[in-house]
């Protein structure tokens, strides 16, 4: 017997529908089950436990701000609460927009003694341009990061000392528990010096951040090889470093801040080379210890004055000095800068920076004193954006 068409039909037919019940009843329920507890949230909302169990069906359901003022509410009343700190964090950082900004920074220097201690010891002008990119946004439900930078230096008169640099460094953005989260990269760099390719670098690193009470806090772990190029006196090798940085709001009053940055470095890079910039690693097998601290206070709505102290101690364990012991310098950098905040545009700066450079070595040979004088203009803006969206504002205004 021939059994008709529709018969087959019938049992997937029942299927779809009742997959499509379910689809609509679930929601149905989960709007239900909200509004239920909310009702008893209304009623008792000191009571943390109704609040987590709100938190997390409206997590569930999607309804993230809901959630986000559950677990706010349950921090307010129980601020040692565990999973209400770990959703809040979660939640912050589901609801977090996707970020991308690029800062390009144009300027000038005149250096005093950019040669250090090697001559001709004469004052130089220089040209300056970098532009940075930080860049974070979900990918599969995971937060991540991206940075990147290049960077150029030219001379007035000394062509061997022009500088090139390019890096960049990607890695997730995982949340360890309330208000720190762990970074972990990888990436590399490239450089160019004296008119021939300078290194190549390829590291790692694990960052954790963190905000408390409005304290900033962050601690960078960092691994690299690096490989020079055979024209420079000096070798590949590994290098290892720790640098942390606290910012202190409102230490200097209600318009100011105080940053402190202390770093810890081991360096195995045989031999030797002039350092072609200031923040450049320098090769060489030492050790090297050192902080900066700095302060910002705001004066007008139209300029933010600073001052900064940079201090470090690198001990050599190859580098002899004439008199046979291990070469130790000391390293003194005191400035100022004038910053005058969106002069031409709302996201245009114009800084100016003073720094006395002061190096005081157990060989003789290798002290030096250098003077700098910065001017910068700095621009960012949204990398998303086309130019002629990008905010705008007149001088001073907010």
């Keep these: ?111 005093s003694n950019p040669r250090y201690y090697l001559g001709p010891r004469r004052t130089e002008v220089e040209g300056l341009a970098s532009a940075s990119l930080r860049d974070e946004r979900a990918i599969n439900g995971l937060r991540w990061r991206t940075t990147g930078a290049v960077a150029g230096q030219i001379y007035s008169q000394s062509g061997d000392l022009g500088y090139g640099y390019a890096g960049l460094y990607t ?87 105080v940053i402190l940055s202390p770093w810890v470095l081991y360096s195995d890079l045989a031999g030797s080379a002039i350092s072609p910039a200031l923040t450049e690693l320098a090769p060489g097998a030492y050790v090297e210890a050192g902080s900066k601290i700095e302060g910002y206070r705001r004066i007008t709505d139209w300029l933010i004055a600073g001052a900064s102290l940079l201090y470090s101690r690198r001990a050599y364990r190859d580098d002899v000095t004439p008199t046979g012991d291990k070469r130790a310098d000391n390293f003194l950098v005191p400035g100022v800068t004038l910053l005058f905040p969106h002069l031409l545009s709302y996201q245009t700066d114009l800084r100016f920076d003073y720094k006395y450079l002061w190096n005081n070595s157990n060989d003789p040979t290798k002290s030096f004193t250098d003077h700098l004088v910065t001017a910068t203009l700095i621009f960012r803006f949204d990398p998303r954006q086309p130019f002629w969206a990008q905010p705008v504002s007149l001088p001073g205004a907010r």
């Design 171 to 257: 890695g997730p953005v995982l949340d360890l528990f309330s208000g720190v989260s762990m970074v972990p990269a990888v990436g590399g760099a490239a450089t160019y010096y004296d008119q021939h390719f300078y290194y190549g670098e390829g590291a790692v690193s694990t960052t954790f951040e963190g905000a408390s009470q409005g304290l900033y806090q962050s601690l960078q772990l960092k691994a690299a090889y690096r490989s020079y190029n055979d024209f420079f006196p000096s070798a590949d090798g590994f290098y290892t470093e720790a640098r942390a940085r606290f910012a202190f709001p409102n230490a200097l009053g209600n318009s100011g801040v």
């Design 1 to 111: 017997m021939r059994v008709p068409v529709w018969c087959h039909l019938v049992p997937s037919l029942a299927a779809s529908v009742f997959l499509l019940a379910l689809l609509i009843v679930s929601p149905a329920r989960a709007s239900n089950q909200l509004d239920s507890l909310y009702s008893q949230v209304l009623k008792h909302p000191e009571d943390s436990q109704l609040n987590l169990n709100f938190a997390r069906a409206a997590e569930a359901a999607g309804v993230l701000r809901w959630a986000l003022s559950a677990y706010e509410r349950v921090t307010v009343n129980d601020p040692s609460n565990a999973e209400a700190q770990a959703g809040l964090q979660r939640v912050r950082r589901k609801l977090q927009p996707d970020y991308s900004q690029v800062t390009v920074e144009l300027g000038s220097t005149v250096e």
